[in-house]
């Protein structure tokens, strides 16, 4: 079998021998952000819906802007996600909270896979982050009978 190649930023992804849905749960491509990143959480590109969502840009980026970003409450167990993710080379899944530079708290669902090198070697992670802090607000439908 052979490792796929990492697409461009505008292609639909195909990692580790799956390829992405387009539509996720109903939402079109173009909602949501996409990186890449190195083995070791170095953001390598970002889309520019990603820079939206995070208000990051190529001037405010650090070396880890995971670190950065994600809200101190969740920092610990998001960070631990990503250890045993990228030791054990799976994908990773994640609904958390942001905040931007500016002080904006959005909280985001991210699924990255990973990216193998010829020798199955973990190079790196793609994947997509989406802003569902809308959601979090809307209460699910009454299922009781009136």
Same mark, same amino acid.
């Given at each position: ?16 021998? *799956? =390829? ?18 190195? /083995? ?17 840009? =190529? ?11 994600? *809200? ?17 080379? /799976? ?27 010829? =020798? ?27």
């Amino acid at each position: 079998m052979t490792t796929p190649k990492v697409p461009p930023s505008d292609a639909p992804a195909v990692m580790a021998g *799956h =390829a992405v849905d387009p539509l996720r749960d109903g939402v079109p491509l173009a909602e949501l952000g996409r990186f890449e990143m190195d /083995r070791n959480r170095r953001l390598t590109r970002t889309s520019a819906r990603w820079r939206e969502i995070t208000g990051l840009t =190529a001037e405010t980026l650090t070396p880890d802007p995971w670190r950065d970003m994600v *809200h101190p409450d969740d920092l610990a167990d998001v960070l631990a996600d990503w250890d045993w993710a990228t030791r054990d080379q /799976r994908d990773f899944e994640r609904q958390f909270r942001i905040r931007t530079p500016d002080g904006v708290e959005r909280r985001v669902f991210v699924c990255a896979w990973p990216v193998k090198g010829p =020798a199955g070697e973990l190079c790196g992670y793609t994947g997509t982050l989406e802003d569902v802090t809308v959601r979090r607000w809307v209460s699910p439908p009454s299922t009781t009978a009136g």
